[in-house]
């Protein structure tokens, strides 16, 4: 029994440990002399490497992003637009939505560009997680190579719920 309560007590120890070792990190790189480098620095190259975010220099289009008694769709599901043009998904309803493009099936020239479009990715080009009504997510198309971009919501590919964009 004596053993048992000391494992026990050993292994909240360590888990304990563990969950305050977090904090102390921030603490000590936020506290580190400018010019120091700090172990989150590496992890910022590859967004680097992708390329720089390019911004909206023509026109911002809204599709919107629908679940209800007809279907799951984007609204409009298909679009054509210009380089350095926006495109703003608006969560409308019947949710949880997001915007991703299928690596595989991103034309090779304007892969890069893309990704670098997209902030806070959930993965390779998979934009966040819209949970509310009313939420939205806007993507550069600036700089991305003249081509077709089809898309769709994670949650709902298996109901169809895809789009396209043509970039001139």
Do not use: W
Not at 132 to 156: K, L, Q, W
């Amino acid at each position: 029994m004596r053993f048992l309560g000391f494992a026990v007590m050993t292994g909240a120890a360590i888990v304990l440990s563990a969950c305050g070792g977090g904090d102390k990190a921030a603490t000590d790189s936020a506290a580190a002399p400018a010019g120091a480098t700090t172990a989150a620095a590496p992890a910022a190259a590859p967004a680097a490497a992708a390329g720089a975010m390019s911004p909206i220099t023509g026109t911002t289009h809204e599709v919107k992003l629908i679940g209800d008694a007809t279907g799951y769709k984007f609204e409009p599901a298909e679009l054509t637009i210009k380089a350095g043009d926006g495109i703003k998904y608006t969560f409308v309803s019947g949710g949880p939505h997001n915007v991703a493009f299928d690596p595989t099936m991103v034309p090779a020239a304007g892969k890069a560009q893309l990704m670098a479009n997209m902030s806070e990715q959930m993965g390779e080009l998979s934009g966040k997680m819209m949970l509310a009504a009313g939420e939205s997510y806007t993507i550069s198309f600036g700089g991305v190579a003249p081509g077709v971009y089809e898309f769709h919501c994670t949650p709902h590919l298996a109901m169809n719920m895809k789009g396209k964009v043509t970039v001139q």
